[in-house]
């Protein structure tokens, strides 16, 4: 991985702050883009039509089903997954997609010895063109600045439990890179079609905040 892309090593931040203030600050935000929106309608600048078909596309066309899709892609053959850790933007285009958003993605991968995790500590760079629209708390301040002073315990939020001895490196977004976790291939899936695999995929694997679908978790779902 090129030294520019250095990410931020669990072992380097020892720092804890308070969760208080989260759900106030996520609301007042919401509130803030209500409000825009309706001033920008009422205007005549935008048509809330339009709106609903951008997000729309971005949540059930766009992302995070192209990222999945990747993700399967890599963990079927060995030899994408190699020009994806090389150089994703270049990997996701032998797919038939480029993208629009940033200059340039990078992959990291998770192993059994490293977790990684994408964070934007100065905004809210976010690979729409694969993971879709960005969850609301990843624009939050208390992931921003959490993520990179006390990663173990934002995963633990998150219900994501990892060995004391596993490295988390926490990988921070920029408007010219960002990131996409390539997150452990689950046990028990040898044979698998890359469609079955990509249902395993879930948007916070991609970020890094949890972990693909077990092969016993897909196949309760279908059953259900």
Known sequence: MPDKHEPHDDHHHDHHHDHHG???ELSEMQLRVRALETVLTEKGYVDPASLDRIVEAYETRIGPH????????????????QKLLEDASRAIETMGLKQKVGDHLVAVENTPTTHNMIVCTLCSCYPWDVLGLPPVWYKSTPYRSRSVKEPRTVLADFGVTLPADTTIRVWDSTAETRFIVLP????????WSEER??????RDSMIGTGLAKTAAEANAGAGA
């Open 22 to 24: 989260h759900g106030s």
């Open 66 to 81: 192209i990222g999945a899709r990747v993700v399967a892609r890599a963990w079927a053959d060995p030899a994408f997954k």
């Open 197 to 202: 695999l990509a249902a395993l995929v879930t």
């Open 184 to 191: 452990m291939r689950p046990d028990g899936t040898d044979g």
